[in-house]
């Protein structure tokens, strides 16, 4: 959030329905000098007032187009949806003729700040890819990795998790991290180090993955989570939010134009983390 404010007033372009607290976390975020906003639609009349509003009587398709058109002509700007985040969401990002994506493939990267030592910690893919393949994983990394950096971690720690640490051709994920790693060995993924496959009690202990023969700067130290589906990744984090009460946070990565979305792992407070992680993308 402080440096959200480093990097001056950006257009900023909302859809979706009426949200009061992501509407009044805009308005936070604008008296602090991150955004201009502009709302889009017959949703946000009512609002006329506090923010401007382009093309009122839209729907909610329509005023997603408006505010997407709005934003890819707008530079610096980008866009905030407030929901809900159904299948017409999705389709319109996906839909080829908004050119949203630009090719590339979209990914959820949640953050939080990890309890053991108050280190800031990404999780990937959280909400979008459900069984992503090998294909799939190298974008998602690639598309965290951009996150992380944004985010002022310059050299990403990225664990490639999987049930246990060992390459096992029964477990497609201890296959695919173990590529992954490689990758990285290699170079190809730029200054970031990835280690895998790894269970979690070596990801977290340096000590536990010494045990088993791994030696990596990678265990104890981890700035990004890679999980090997949506299912894990998404239990986990709704097992550190609802039980251990970790605020959470996260942004859509790998879109020309940043999204600000809030997914139903994060409280409604963390719209105006979400905002500021939208400004530094």
């Not at 030696?215 to 999980?227: E, Q």
């Not at 299912?231 to 039980?243: I, R, Y």
């Amino acid at each position: 959030m402080n440096a959200a404010c480093q990097k001056g007033r950006k257009k900023l372009y909302i859809s979706g329905q009426l949200d009061p607290v992501a509407v009044s976390s805009v308005l936070k975020a604008r008296e602090r000098g991150w955004v201009e906003p502009l709302a889009c639609g017959s949703a946000f009349t009512g609002m006329a007032s506090e923010i401007k509003v382009l093309c009122p009587s839209a729907d909610i398709r329509e005023a997603r187009q408006e505010a997407l058109s709005l934003a890819q002509a707008e530079e610096p700007g980008f866009l905030l949806d407030t929901g809900p985040l159904d299948a017409g969401f999705f389709s319109l990002i996906a839909d080829k003729k908004t050119d949203y994506n630009h090719g590339h493939m979209l990914s959820y990267v949640s953050i939080m700040i990890a309890p053991k030592d108050g280190q800031l910690t990404l999780l990937t893919d959280t909400l979008i890819n459900n069984q992503p393949g090998f294909r799939e994983k190298i974008a998602i990394v690639e598309n965290a990795i951009r996150v992380a950096k944004a985010l002022g971690i310059q050299r990403p720690k990225i664990a490639a998790l999987s049930a246990l640490e060992l390459v096992n051709p029964a477990l497609p994920s201890t296959l695919d991290a173990a590529l992954l790693s490689k990758m990285s060995e290699r170079g190809q993924f730029g200054d970031a180090v990835i280690e895998g496959p790894l269970a979690m009690d070596n990801a977290e202990s340096t000590s536990a993955a010494r045990h088993k023969g791994i030696n990596s700067p990678v265990p104890g130290d981890v700035d990004i989570y890679l999980f090997p589906d949506l299912e894990s990744a998404n239990l986990t984090v709704q097992f550190l939010g609802w039980v251990g009460r970790c605020p959470i946070a996260g942004v859509l990565a790998g879109a020309k134009v940043p999204l600000v979305v809030r997914s139903i792992l994060e409280p409604p407070e963390s719209w105006l983390v979400n905002l500021a992680l939208g400004c530094l993308l």
